[in-house]
């Protein structure tokens, strides 16, 4: 079989329905091998910002994993701005691009570059697939990192020979994942005490509770708490019902104002970050003085990334 099968075979075993993309010559080998794969849209777009974006918000409407197919360097420059949004948004992706044949490298043909150094600061993972037999693991790591928590795009360079080149590997069959972490007991009879001791508290809420299914369960909390719940300032999914009586808003861009928002609260439970999305620089902890401060993640990376916690 030829690398470009391996590569559709991937994405059928991934669940993938969308490609969405603004293809060129380098990218004939996915064309060509569309029609033998009637299950998979391919959608194209008059600009490669808005291949990227779409893909994007498919994958916070649906929580499936997209691919975006771009055109070597300039395609993938002109589709780097919202990799960068998507990087932001969380939105599990994979963005491809075609290459030239890595026989040409030395020459510098024509739309040639690095593809997998121009995507690597607004990516997770960025990499280019050298031989045929490299396909299979580079996808089925692709799809993963994609995935990871905290969720966001990869980048797969495919150069055109590679995609034509025969292997013998063929596409990994996807198996669930089964990676939720249980709490720490520990832990969570810690941050009871704390919940139960406070008389003042308050809830900050970001995407990852829409993400994970958990709304209602932050309604109870809130209401059990007797909580106000604000809400993060830059987010793109209601993680708490904007007519409810505890809801308090939309936080400001600045730590100032931000502490200033939360008042005299004594404790502060952060829950599905990241926090805090800053525009403007002002001194200070976003904290009001003396509050206790817990936070819950479902990527232990982000606990205390920002801001010490108490």
């Given at each position: ?78 589709g780097i701005g919202m990799m960068y949004s998507a990087l932001k948004a ?221």
């Amino acid at each position: 079989m030829r690398g470009r099968q391996v590569f559709m075979d991937s994405l059928v075993a991934h669940g993938v329905d969308r490609i969405f993309g603004n293809p060129g010559t380098t990218e004939s080998p996915l064309l060509d091998s569309l029609q033998s794969y009637p299950q998979i849209e391919y959608v194209v777009a008059l600009h490669e910002g808005i291949a990227v974006g779409a893909a994007s918000f498919y994958a916070q409407a649906n929580g499936k994993t997209p691919v975006v197919n771009l055109h070597v360097a300039p395609g993938l420059g002109n589709g780097i701005g919202m990799m960068y949004s998507a990087l932001k948004a969380n939105s599990p992706m994979v963005v491809t691009a075609g290459q030239q044949d890595t026989r040409l490298r030395l020459r510098e043909p024509i739309l040639g570059h690095d593809l997998a150094a121009m995507a690597a600061p607004v990516v997770k993972w960025s990499v280019q697939v050298e031989r045929a037999d490299e396909m299979a693991a580079i996808m089925q790591r692709a799809f993963k990192i994609a995935n990871e928590a905290p969720a966001g795009p990869v980048f797969v360079a495919l150069p055109i020979n590679v995609m034509e080149q025969e292997t013998e590997n063929g596409a990994a069959a996807s198996v669930e994942m089964y990676t939720a972490p249980r709490p720490d007991p520990d832990g969570v009879a810690a941050i009871t005490k704390q919940i139960l001791a406070a008389t003042k508290p308050i809830i900050v809420v970001s995407d990852d509770v829409a993400r994970s299914g958990a709304t209602d369960d932050l309604v109870a909390l809130s209401e059990a708490m007797g909580a106000g719940v604000w809400f993060e300032a830059i987010r793109h999914h209601a993680a708490f019902p904007n007519r409810h009586p505890n809801a308090k808003g939309i936080l400001p861009v600045d730590a100032a104002a931000i502490r200033n928002s939360l008042g005299d609260a004594d404790l502060v439970l952060l829950i599905g970050g990241p926090f805090f999305e800053e525009v403007w620089f002002t001194p200070g902890a976003p904290f009001p003085d003396g509050a206790a401060v817990v936070q819950i993640e479902e990527s232990a990376a982000r606990l205390a990334y920002n801001h010490p916690l108490t």
